[in-house]
C-alpha cells in the first residue's frame, strides 16, 4: 500500500470540501419552494387555458 503524507492528505481533503461547497451552492438553486411551485401550476393552467399573453403583444402594449 503506497503512503500518503498529511500534507497530501489535507489539500485533497480540502479540495473536496471546496467541491461540496460549489454543489452545495447550485444544489438549492434546483428546488423550487411550494410557493413557487404552486405559481408554476397556477402559469400552465393559465397556458393550457389560453389566459397568457404572449411577451410579444406585451411588449406592444408596454410599448417597448
Do not use: P, Q, Y
Not at 413557487?36 to 402594449?61: M, Q, W, Y
Amino acid at each position: 500500500m503506497e503512503s500518503v503524507s498529511l500534507e497530501t492528505l489535507n489539500k485533497n481533503v480540502l479540495a473536496l470540501m471546496k467541491d461540496v461547497a460549489e454543489m452545495k451552492e447550485h444544489f438549492d438553486d434546483c428546488f423550487l419552494t411550494a410557493e413557487e411551485a404552486r405559481n408554476v401550476e397556477i402559469a400552465e393552467k393559465e397556458l393550457e387555458e389560453g389566459n397568457t399573453t404572449s411577451l410579444e403583444d406585451l411588449k406592444k402594449e408596454l410599448k417597448l
